[in-house]
């Protein structure tokens, strides 16, 4: 872990350390000024999503410095808030441009199109970046926030499935998020979408069933999901009608889309070691990828320090700690660049299967048959 730890007393973080966290907020009006004025500029929030970042990490480099890990939550306030606020304001935004888009009559169907990938690039990218921030917290208030978000993008599974699934089975075959060695981000996609909607829906029903209880119990959290997702499909019809409700269902499929280029990056091609019985040991640092650059990072809240997360899945994001190649393996870039490699399997498996390979003989120079974690096989 860096030597540059920063400490903290229990006093509020003043507005200013935050502030680098809170440049998603220009991307709303980026959003809203592609659907006012049309044309070419209807591009401009989905490149500056992920080019405008891309360049600045290239600029700005590494950030290594960690707030110590034992701050109060008190002092993070200021933090805490950007991810409070999101939300309503992109219901609003999602809203909004449902009533106003069909209405416009400037814009033809390739603009409509643009503006509304440039949407779920916003609720994917922030929206579901700030839910997974939220659902980890035990306040009722954020997780709340946190579905509603997930919700937007007609994910909400993602909650069960990333905490019940995910976040214990990772590096393992029963994780169905964990991309496969020299698995290609277009044979990784379809499998996630299919593997997580049925081991979240399974996760819930068995934690129900050891309670004595069905699968149809009003406690289980899918009967919130599907409403909240019915309920925002029937506003956007409300609004503009059938072609409300497609501008609502793409912003959504680009959204999810974007989230699971983010999973595919996350864990490429890294394992836990089985160790017999059924067990596998215990998650470290090193079974993420890491990466400590600075602007995405503002950008992601941090999501970047992957290592440290699933390490400590209860730390807030900005306690969150990077960890050096001694403990965790490194990204070449920030998860702009990478996500953009991951959709070029020739590029990405030349860009990454060496470093996993380093990383097998870092961590376990006694594997000597890789072929079983290969295809997520060890111990089943």
Known sequence: MSDSTLHTSSNRLPFRAALPFWLSLFMIPLVLSAAVIGGVWVVVPILATWGVFATLDAALGLDTDNLDP?????????????????????????????????????????????VTIGMGVLSGSVGIVYAHELMHQRNKLERWLGDLLMT???????????LLVHHRYVGTPRDPVTARYNESFWRFYPRVLKGCLRSSFRAERDMLARKGLPWWHQSNPFWRYWGLQTAFLLLAFLISGWLGVLIFVLQALAAIFQLELVNYVEHYGLTRKYLGDGKYEHVKPRHSWNASHKASNWFLINLQRHSDHHYKPDRRFPLLQTHDETEAPQLPYGYPVMTFFALFPRKWRAMMNPRVKAWRERYYPEITDWSAYNKARQGM
Do not use: N
């Open 70 to 114: 034992q701050t109060k939550e008190s002092a993070l306030y200021w933090h805490r808030m950007i991810t409070l606020i999101w939300a309503p304001l992109q219901f609003a935004m999602i809203f909004g441009l449902i009533w106003y888009v069909p209405r416009a009559d400037h814009l033809g169907p390739l603009e409509i199109y643009f």
């Open 152 to 162: 937007m993008a007609l994910y909400g599974h993602f909650r069960s499935e990333h």
